[in-house]
T-cell receptor, first 110, second 112 residues
Framework: QQQVKQSPQSLIVQKGGISIINCAYE??????FPWYQQFPGKGPALLIA?????SEKKEGRFTISFNKSAKQFSLHIMDSQPGDSATYFC?????????FGTGTSLTVIP | DTGVSQDPRHKITKRGQNVTFRCDPI?????LYWYRQTLGQGPEFLTY????????KSRLLSDRFSAERPKGSFSTLEIQRTEQGDSAMYLC??????????FGPGTRLLVL
């Protein structure tokens, strides 16, 4: 059973555009929601994370929007750049266990 | 490099053989995690250590898998009697007081 559902599976965006990736969860015990970026052949790297008591968090071009009542959260990448082309994973945690989405392959076209 | 390191980076083995992977976390991190990642999927949690204690174990971790962290520093993951379905990337991550996990580069296992 997939604890965290992520969409879309792949995304193509023009340079300068906004990339939006969505995730949904069911377990209300989750209290930490990170997003990771992964390049081929590398381990995932933390981009940004949020807790459920906050509805939005912004770090540079990356913003997480969190909707606790809908049990959904999303990653927005503003002014997308070709260097952002990678696979993005959302995750949810209860503290000791982390559950990852299936990933979104982002391609930013110059 | 003071990040998480994993060894080996690649391993090819024949079905039925045993393999062991090593993870060296960031030195001051007391939490260590093992994950398995297959192509096109997100990392799947396998097990979690706080210092030397193994506190969580996924149902995915069959009895052929065993992990240790004997002195609360490096960790090993052993797979006995490997099967073709074990072919995957095995990722290690560590964290300190906060949940931020730092991942290693992974060990890619191919079972023939």
């Amino acid at each position: 059973q997939q604890q965290v559902k992520q969409s879309p599976q792949s995304l193509i965006v023009q340079k300068g555009g906004i990339s939006i990736i969505n995730c949904a969860y069911e377990n209300t015990a989750f209290d930490y929601f990170p997003w990771y970026q992964q390049f081929p052949g590398k381990g995932p790297a933390l981009l940004i994370a949020i807790r459920p008591d906050v509805s939005e968090k912004k770090e540079g071009r990356f913003t997480i929007s969190f909707n606790k009542s809908a049990k959904q959260f999303s990653l927005h990448i503003m002014d997308s750049q070709p260097g952002d082309s990678a696979t993005y994973f959302c995750a949810a945690s209860t503290g000791n266990q982390f559950y990852f989405g299936t990933g979104t392959s982002l391609t930013v076209i110059p | 490099d003071t990040g998480v390191s994993q060894d080996p980076r690649h391993k090819i083995t024949k079905r039925g053989q045993n393999v062991t992977f090593r993870c060296d976390p960031i030195s001051e991190h007391n939490r260590l995690y093992w994950y398995r990642q297959t192509l096109g999927q997100g990392p799947e949690f396998l097990t979690y250590f706080q210092n030397e204690a193994q506190l969580e174990k996924s149902r995915l971790l069959s009895d052929r898998f065993s992990a240790e962290r004997p002195k609360g520093s490096f960790s090993t993951l052993e797979i006995q009697r490997t099967e073709q379905g074990d072919s995957a990337m095995y990722l290690c991550a560590s964290s300190g007081l906060w949940e931020t996990q730092y991942f290693g580069p992974g060990t890619r296992l191919l079972v023939l």
